[in-house]
């Protein structure tokens, strides 16, 4: 069985992005606008000889409603499945109110929980890690997923228990 790894977090911080990347496909939808994977989505993925599952999702903000209820039921399922979990925010905008509630129900479970700033081209990367410290899940992982800066480190500490 090959270890699972899921991408949550809210609509467009770039968890499709990084799917893409690390299963080197364009099968995810990537735009501006937030919520087009409504469902989850598989990959085989493969970072230095390292091969995986990744699990993209459409997004959770923590208190949904109506179609986004069923969106969020999927990243708890993609989390039920996952050996470990990239918690994604965006640092370019930095923390919000839906990243404090979804911390909150990954605080509540047993999976290895990642938090990932991404989008660090362009910002200053050690003041947009040091907000999100605040949110209480330990050390932060800067990437630029588009970039494919940081991608491969955090993989490997992500699967270093699973191999
Ligand atoms: P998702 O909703 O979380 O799947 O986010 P997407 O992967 O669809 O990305 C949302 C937007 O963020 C798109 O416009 C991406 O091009 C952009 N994006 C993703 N990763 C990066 C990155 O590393 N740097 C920058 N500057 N933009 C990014
Ligand atoms: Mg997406």
């Given at each position: 069985m090959l270890p699972v790894v899921a991408l949550v977090g809210r609509?467009?911080?770039g968890k499709s992005t990084l799917f893409n990347r690390l299963?080197?496909?364009?099968?995810a939808l990537v735009a501006d606008?937030?919520?087009?994977?409504r469902d989850r989505q598989y990959g085989q993925a493969n970072v230095e000889g390292l091969p995986f599952i990744v699990i993209d999702t459409g997004g959770i903000e923590g208190n949904e409603q109506g179609i986004d209820a069923k969106m969020a039921e999927q990243s708890l399922l993609a989390i039920e499945e996952a050996?470990?979990?990239?918690?994604m925010v965006d640092a370019r905008t930095g923390s919000t109110s839906a990243d404090i509630a979804i911390s909150e129900h990954l605080r509540k479970q047993s999976k290895k929980v990642f938090l990932v700033a991404n989008k660090i081209d362009g910002v200053d990367a050690d003041s947009a890690v040091a907000e999100f410290?605040?949110?209480?899940?330990g050390e932060v992982h800067p990437i630029a997923a588009a970039h494919n800066r940081g991608v491969t480190q955090l993989i490997n500490l992500a699967l270093a228990p699973h191999i």
């Amino acid at each position: 069985m090959l270890p699972v790894v899921a991408l949550v977090g809210r609509p467009n911080v770039g968890k499709s992005t990084l799917f893409n990347r690390l299963t080197r496909t364009r099968d995810a939808l990537v735009a501006d606008y937030p919520g087009l994977t409504r469902d989850r989505q598989y990959g085989q993925a493969n970072v230095e000889g390292l091969p995986f599952i990744v699990i993209d999702t459409g997004g959770i903000e923590g208190n949904e409603q109506g179609i986004d209820a069923k969106m969020a039921e999927q990243s708890l399922l993609a989390i039920e499945e996952a050996d470990a979990v990239l918690f994604m925010v965006d640092a370019r905008t930095g923390s919000t109110s839906a990243d404090i509630a979804i911390s909150e129900h990954l605080r509540k479970q047993s999976k290895k929980v990642f938090l990932v700033a991404n989008k660090i081209d362009g910002v200053d990367a050690d003041s947009a890690v040091a907000e999100f410290y605040d949110i209480g899940l330990g050390e932060v992982h800067p990437i630029a997923a588009a970039h494919n800066r940081g991608v491969t480190q955090l993989i490997n500490l992500a699967l270093a228990p699973h191999i």
